[in-house]
DNA sequence: GTAGCCTTGAGT
DNA sequence: ACTCAAGGCTAC
């Protein structure tokens, strides 16, 4: 850690969600593109994987903008909602598709026959914290916010991640947690997502209108 | 510390 | 009343 550190704060309440958004949705519009992991396919239309899309972007845009310097920890602030993460790797892609796990190396999911956990690719047992995981990252996820703990990698930070190897690097699972969007606050994130975009890009209300519809 | 199960509370 | 997700509990 001789590099400076910038301080990147995940608020998991950044937007004002008392505007009355009648798209207020519960779990059938998860913020995560399909890419991620495998949600089920019939739990997004268009108009909500454009939005999804969008927040994607966003997300991408907000974190490159503080990602700009090394560290292998991860810390978090006193707050009750925010957790800041002392600025993760330069390969910390947030910007990309979830590392390792390829929609190739997924089941098929169009039939619900099998979902797997984006994190380490276990059976999922529904959506925790923003996005479909497995009962064990779900509460890994929960212990590392809720404890504070702070993680360091003894490799290169590039651990691979799966339901038999989740156990032995717990920086580099978290980290994947991250990436692949795994949030604080759950379902009323949702709502404040989509706040979000109204907020920060009014040219989507026509389409979040037509969403609506 | 991990992970599965259970309880609780909010939303519909 | 029902569903779902967060958090608690506990065996390992």
């Given amino acids: 850690m001789e590099n400076h550190s910038?301080?990147?704060?995940?608020n998991m309440s950044p937007f004002n969600a008392n505007s009355g958004d009648s798209l207020a949705g519960t779990q059938?519009?998860?913020?995560m593109p399909p890419q991620y992991g495998s949600p089920p396919i019939s739990h997004y239309n268009s108009c909500q994987q454009s939005l999804a899309m969008q927040h994607h972007q966003q997300t991408t845009m907000m974190m490159n903008q503080n990602m700009n310097d090394l560290d292998t920890s991860h810390t978090f602030s006193s707050g009750a909602n925010?957790?800041?993460?002392?600025d993760m790797s330069a390969s910390y892609q947030i910007s990309g598709p979830a590392t390792s796990l390829t929609t190739g190396d997924l089941p098929?999911?169009?039939?619900?026959?099998?979902?797997?956990?984006p994190v380490c690719g276990d059976k999922v047992s529904g959506y925790h914290y923003g996005l479909l995981t497995c009962e064990s990252c779900k509460g890994f996820f929960k212990r590392t916010v809720q404890n504070k703990k702070v993680y360091?990698?003894?490799?290169?930070?590039?651990?691979?991640?799966?339901?038999?190897?989740?156990k032995r690097c717990a920086?580099?699972?978290?980290?994947?947690?991250?990436?692949v969007g795994m949030k604080l606050e759950g379902k009323f994130s949702l709502i404040q997502i989509r706040v979000a975009h109204v907020r920060l890009h009014p040219r989507h209300t026509t389409h979040l209108r037509n969403c609506a519809d």
Wanted: proline share 2%; charged share 25%; glycine share 4%.
């Fill in 28 to 31: 059938a519009s998860s913020p």
């Fill in 152 to 166: 360091t990698c003894v490799a290169d930070r590039g651990c691979h991640i799966d339901k038999t190897q989740r």
């Fill in 171 to 179: 920086f580099c699972r978290f980290q994947k947690c991250l990436e």
């Fill in 108 to 117: 098929d999911t169009k039939d619900g026959i099998e979902e797997v956990c």
């Fill in 82 to 86: 925010s957790i800041s993460v002392v």
């Fill in 6 to 10: 910038m301080l990147l704060s995940l």
